[in-house]
């Protein structure tokens, strides 16, 4: 007691930042990271939202050369356009594919989780598709499928089927190219559920096998709950690497055959604003905002889900 | 070689200075932006502006070449943000965006009646005038047409087409002898376009094409159908190559030559990867797309490739100087020739290079194509209804039943861009 009394006593000698030092610290800390998202992040989503609300070709500045048309160009892109419906159901299938990469990783991982002589090497090979550029991943698959010469139809060739067009056929074409995404994507899952399995605790799968738990009933009730922060990362990662997938499309598909059979919403964006015959801003805007929608709900759901792990933890 | 090379530059370049215009020396900057990224038009240019450096020796000269697909992207961005003096660009419908929004410098002083561009480049001004007014100076066009394996055609007993139907009868020749008639490759859909074109100016005309491209034509029109209609004959038939759908137009040369297909329509530019790749001017012939609908005039594809200067340039007088010294015929003379871009010198002096397909095609041009000129469907056409019309050719060569939905597809484009 009588040393607290003390220290009040010296309080008033500290300058003003050291009395609030303990509030103010942390905000310092944050103000570069705050302010470089609000420059980069927070501004040109306010940013897309307005220039969708304008017929703009790009040129020039917003206030001379748009034409202020309210929701106009939501209402074209949502009950009058085509594309925009294939690139979302495109999306959708991209969504729910590109989630086969969590038990494919899952799966090599364990496999390659053993200590076998050259057990790096092997490791390494799985992990390579992540390594590459995705243009090359592209490429690698447009070569595979390609019609005449591919190695693909070789394969399939062994079992009589008929040679298949995958990127020139408008119904096979999207699942082509999301195949090509689930290679690296498959290995990133991978990499993941390494590290996740090298902090499974050894006692307790002592423990289980004790019990006389082996197989899949160890994987399921020992090992999966145990990977389950890395599991709530790949979840992320894949979404988002599904929503954001861009470079398969431009260098395998280039959104078509026939103009969309491969289009999602971010090709789409980017065909409309800085596609060769683009040169419309606003629309492209007003795809964006959709986009960001959909992720919103998913980032949202992330977040609120962190939230919650964070709130758990601390009681 | 080097040695060699830089020795012709240097003595070229006193040939220029010596027989220039002898105009006051020029002085300050000139920043120039190029689209020329492939080999041989870069070292065109480049050699091109070590001429003009040899003769305006005080003058700064600093030259950016940016990839030519991306800088299809890049050009809006550099000519609002950090405009060049000047630029390389397309005619016709393709600069009109960036004229209308005041990017690019008027020079309809450069074309006044009298002038040298006006008297030897009379026969672009159609295309590079909007409103009124000229926009740039042309450097180079080249034909489009059909060249064809002679020795195919020969072997199988087969001559030039003069109408659609020897066309259609020499290709069930071909594919009687177990080839494709047309090799073809649609991924980027312009070369699409191509036939289109083509189908579309012999069918019915250069002045109904080009209401088309003015939005004064329904898609759903009975005429447009007839020249789809047309285009499907051949499609049915099986004539042009399969999975052309995700081939670009150089994976699609190999039939060619191989033999696996007996002609392919095409600019002039496909002669150099043709010849590279071994076929001999023995082997590979040229002829005018044949008539379809008789008494309708011929008319042409012949892109125009063009100098601009931006409207924010700094310097002004150099840039003119310099799209005086493209305008040239001496210069397009050189640019032009078979070791350099090996297309035509739009200047009406210039002599053409002693090249097989450059001579026919510039008589094909002059004296062949009464009905018009036209630039290439996606630079008459404006952007938005040349991306979705070209993806509607492509999914009629694919599928030739869809036609009415395409049509009807195609005609709501038309309503909102126009």
Redesign the interface.
Known sequence: MATTTSSDHHLPKQGWYKRNEIAITPWLFLIPGMLMFAIYVIYPIIQSFNISLYKW????TLAD?AKYVGLANYE?LLF?D?KFETALINNLKWLILYLLAIPAGLLIAIFLNQTVRGIRLYKSMFFFPFVISQVVVGLVF?WFYD??YGLFNGIIGIFGIEPV?I??DRNLATYGVIAAGLWPQTAYCMILYLTGLNAVDPEQVEAARLDGAKGHKMLWYVIIPQLKPATFIAFVVTIIGALRSFDLISVM??G?????STLVLSFYMYEKA???????MGYAAAIAVVLFLIMLVFIGYFLWSMYQDEKAAKH | MRSMLKASVAALATVVALTGPASAELTGDLRINLDTSNPAPRATMEAMIARFQAANPALNITTTVIDR?AY??QI?NF??ADAPDVLTWYAANRMR??VE???LEDVSDMWADGTTIANELASTKGAMTIDGKQWGVPYTYYQWGIYYRKDIYEELGLSEPANFDEMLSNCEAMIASGRKCYTIG????WTASGWFDYLNMRTHGFDFHMSMARGEVEWTDPRVRETFENWGKLVRMGAFV??H??KDWQQSLPFLVNGEAGAILKGNFAVAPLRDAGLTDDQLDFHQFPMITEGVAMAEDAPTDTFHIAAGAQNKDNARAFLAFVASAAEQTEINNGSNLGQLPVNATSSIDDDKFLKEGFAMLSSNSPGGVAQFF?RDFP??M???AM??M??FM?FPDNLDEILE?LE?VRQ?VY
Not at chain 1, 275 to 280: A, I, N, R, T
Not at chain 2, 186 to 189: D, E, G, N, V
């Open positions: 070709n790009g040129l020039g050369n074209k009058r085509g447009t019609p005449q067009n990127l020139g598909t280039n078509g055959p026939f103009g969309k800085l596609g060769e015959f683009g040169l419309k | 697909e299809k992207t809006r000519l609002s965006p960036y929004a005041g990017l649609t991924k980027w859909l399969d999975d759908q995700n996606d952007a938005e040349a991306k979705a993806e509607g492509q999914e694919v597809r709501e909102d």
